[in-house]
Protein backbone atom coordinates (compact mmCIF):
# COMPACT_ATOMS: atom_id res chain seq x y z
CA UNK A 1 0.00 0.00 0.00
CA UNK A 2 0.65 3.52 -1.11
CA UNK A 3 -0.24 6.97 -0.68
CA UNK A 4 -0.07 9.49 -3.49
CA UNK A 5 -0.61 13.25 -3.84
CA UNK A 6 -1.43 14.36 -7.57
CA UNK A 7 -2.03 18.19 -9.15
CA UNK A 8 -3.90 17.89 -12.35
CA UNK A 9 -4.20 20.68 -14.62
CA UNK A 10 -6.18 21.44 -17.70
CA UNK A 11 -9.67 21.40 -18.29
CA UNK A 12 -10.81 19.89 -14.99
CA UNK A 13 -13.03 22.04 -13.27
CA UNK A 14 -17.00 22.44 -14.01
CA UNK A 15 -16.41 19.27 -16.77
CA UNK A 16 -17.27 16.67 -14.08
CA UNK A 17 -13.62 15.53 -13.72
CA UNK A 18 -13.92 14.93 -9.70
CA UNK A 19 -17.19 12.73 -9.97
CA UNK A 20 -15.41 10.83 -12.90
CA UNK A 21 -12.18 10.36 -10.62
CA UNK A 22 -14.60 9.24 -7.36
CA UNK A 23 -16.18 6.57 -10.04
CA UNK A 24 -12.31 5.20 -11.24
CA UNK A 25 -11.50 5.32 -7.67
CA UNK A 26 -14.65 3.09 -6.36
CA UNK A 27 -14.10 0.88 -9.11
CA UNK A 28 -10.72 0.19 -8.56
CA UNK A 29 -10.99 0.54 -4.73
CA UNK A 30 -8.87 3.22 -4.17
CA UNK A 31 -9.28 5.53 -1.33
CA UNK A 32 -8.77 9.10 -0.34
CA UNK A 33 -10.20 12.22 -1.32
CA UNK A 34 -10.37 14.85 -4.21
CA UNK A 35 -10.93 18.53 -4.27
CA UNK A 36 -10.75 21.66 -6.98
CA UNK A 37 -8.41 24.22 -6.07
CA UNK A 38 -8.53 27.75 -6.86
CA UNK A 39 -5.94 28.33 -8.95
CA UNK A 40 -7.72 25.39 -11.73
CA UNK A 41 -5.92 22.63 -10.56
CA UNK A 42 -7.53 19.25 -8.97
CA UNK A 43 -5.85 17.66 -6.11
CA UNK A 44 -6.25 14.03 -5.41
CA UNK A 45 -4.91 12.06 -2.28
CA UNK A 46 -5.40 8.55 -3.51
CA UNK A 47 -4.28 5.31 -1.23
CA UNK A 48 -3.59 1.87 -2.74
CA UNK A 49 -1.90 -1.02 -3.83
CA UNK A 50 1.13 0.94 -6.29
CA UNK A 51 -0.14 -1.13 -9.30
CA UNK A 52 -3.67 -0.27 -9.19
CA UNK A 53 -2.98 3.43 -8.13
CA UNK A 54 -0.71 3.31 -12.09
CA UNK A 55 -4.08 2.23 -13.21
CA UNK A 56 -6.07 4.94 -11.41
CA UNK A 57 -3.42 7.74 -13.35
CA UNK A 58 -3.92 6.39 -16.77
CA UNK A 59 -7.73 5.90 -16.35
CA UNK A 60 -8.58 9.66 -15.67
CA UNK A 61 -7.15 10.47 -18.89
CA UNK A 62 -10.72 9.23 -20.44
CA UNK A 63 -12.96 11.19 -18.26
CA UNK A 64 -15.54 12.73 -20.33
CA UNK A 65 -15.17 16.45 -21.09
CA UNK A 66 -11.72 17.27 -19.33
CA UNK A 67 -8.54 17.86 -21.03
CA UNK A 68 -5.53 16.53 -18.82
CA UNK A 69 -2.42 18.79 -19.64
CA UNK A 70 -0.05 17.89 -17.11
CA UNK A 71 -0.45 15.25 -13.93
CA UNK A 72 2.18 15.84 -11.03
CA UNK A 73 2.46 12.86 -8.71
CA UNK A 74 4.36 12.84 -5.49
CA UNK A 75 4.40 10.25 -2.73
CA UNK A 76 3.29 10.82 0.48
CA UNK A 77 3.97 8.84 4.13
CA UNK A 78 0.92 6.51 3.67
CA UNK A 79 -2.33 7.71 4.75
CA UNK A 80 -5.75 5.99 5.27
CA UNK A 81 -9.01 6.84 4.60
CA UNK A 82 -12.18 4.99 4.61
CA UNK A 83 -13.69 5.42 1.25
CA UNK A 84 -12.88 7.70 -1.69
CA UNK A 85 -14.58 11.56 -0.97
CA UNK A 86 -15.35 14.51 -3.24
CA UNK A 87 -14.15 17.94 -0.81
CA UNK A 88 -16.01 20.93 -2.10
CA UNK A 89 -14.83 23.84 -2.28
CA UNK A 90 -16.50 24.92 0.91
CA UNK A 91 -14.54 21.71 2.87
CA UNK A 92 -17.99 19.63 3.09
CA UNK A 93 -17.75 16.02 1.88
CA UNK A 94 -19.57 14.36 -0.51
CA UNK A 95 -19.45 10.36 -0.40
CA UNK A 96 -22.98 9.79 -2.37
CA UNK A 97 -22.42 8.27 -5.66
Excluded: W
Amino acid sequence: MKTIEVFITGRVQKVGFRACIRRIATDLNVMGTVMNLSDGRVHIYASGEAMILEKFISMMYGCPRAVVRDVHIIEIPLKTFDDFSIIKSDGRINTVL
